[in-house]
């Protein structure tokens, strides 16, 4: 990456990056931006804004990428001039752990700390997942017998029993909830919406189930698409954190039009919750629970968002 010849290749007037451009690409997203140099992305990034100024450079990175040291250096990849945003694994570690068991506050911290460290510009920005080409899929995490290192014939000889697919799917559904509704930019791994499990690479990468879907799970997807589409606060509104117990993770977001409160209870059994101003009379606009004299009901693993009026 540091010969100019090869700079000039990718980098160049004439280069790779400005071609698929100019041919109609939105933007770059950047493979292990860990082993690409400061000077290559920062020269790549001038050239993507060069050919359009609004293509997005976005960046593969694991960690929270505004304070990443890769190789003995710390990057620089949120301070301008290099990634627009990255791949958003902290909030996927978050949701799943929070699923699998951590406590409720935990989720938030992590999510806080992604919040207060990003820039308001890559927050709004983020690729919000659960699930990408380079993990297990989702319905597995959260169902499946932890595969802790096995090899692939293990992997390939085991797959979820109904229970564990019917225990799977409620979870799925929690955690699309809060990811839609957190900051950033949803983005669904292809047939996580129609019920796809697997372990590690090749298995999380099969085929679209086409006739075999779980129309009722894309049909769940669905909904939370309208549901962010028609809720502004859910693009750039602001995030706080609402104080809950070990089990419910709840949270509000909000601009000036609107004030919304999102809230998952993953445990085996109802839960409530009581709520500060001014969430008394807040009304549900997808999925289960409801708010009465300032108490937030939720069934046994169930979430719901909820707006003031």
Not at 17 to 35: K, N, P
Not at 52 to 69: I, Q
Not at 97 to 109: C, T
Not at 199 to 209: I, K, L
Request: hydrophobic share 40%; glycine share 10%.
């Amino acid at each position: 990456e540091e010969n100019p010849a090869y700079d000039n290749y990718i980098n160049g007037e004439d280069g790779i990056i400005r071609h698929w451009l100019e041919a109609g690409a939105s933007g770059w997203r950047l493979d292990v931006a860990d082993e690409l140099p400061d000077s290559f992305i920062d020269r790549l990034n001038r050239a993507a804004k060069a050919q359009d100024e609004n293509a997005m450079v976005l960046g593969e990175v694991w960690e929270d990428a505004s304070n990443k040291t890769a190789y003995g250096v710390r990057r620089r990849y949120l301070l301008g001039g290099q990634l627009d945003s990255v791949m958003n694994y902290p909030f996927r570690d978050a949701i799943l752990g929070f699923l699998l068991g951590e406590h409720a506050s935990l989720i938030m911290d992590r999510i806080e700390t992604i919040v207060e460290n990003y820039p308001p510009q890559v927050l709004r920005i983020l690729m919000n997942h659960i699930g990408t080409h380079d993990t297990e899929r989702a319905l597995t995490v959260l169902a499946g017998e932890p595969s802790a290192g096995r090899g692939r014939h293990w992997q390939a000889q085991h797959h979820l029993s109904a229970a564990e697919r019917e225990s799977g799917v409620r979870r799925l559904r929690l955690a699309t909830l809060l990811q839609f509704c957190l900051p950033g930019v949803p983005c669904i791994y292809y047939g996580d919406e129609a019920g796809m499990e697997g372990y590690r690479d090749p298995f999380n990468r099969g085929c679209y189930p086409w006739g075999n879907e779980d129309t009722a799970l894309i049909e769940w997807y669905k909904k939370l698409g309208a549901v962010r589409r028609g809720c502004a606060a859910l693009k750039e509104g602001s995030f706080a954190a609402v104080r809950g117990n070990e089990d419910i993770a709840c949270f509000v977001r909000a601009d000036e039009t609107e004030t919304l409160l999102c809230a998952v209870n993953r445990a085996w059994q109802p839960a409530g919750l009581a709520l500060p101003d001014p969430f008394e009379n807040a009304t549900p606009v997808i999925g289960d629970g409801k708010i009465e004299n300032g108490v937030l009901s939720l069934p046994a693993e169930s979430g719901g968002i909820f707006v003031v009026k």
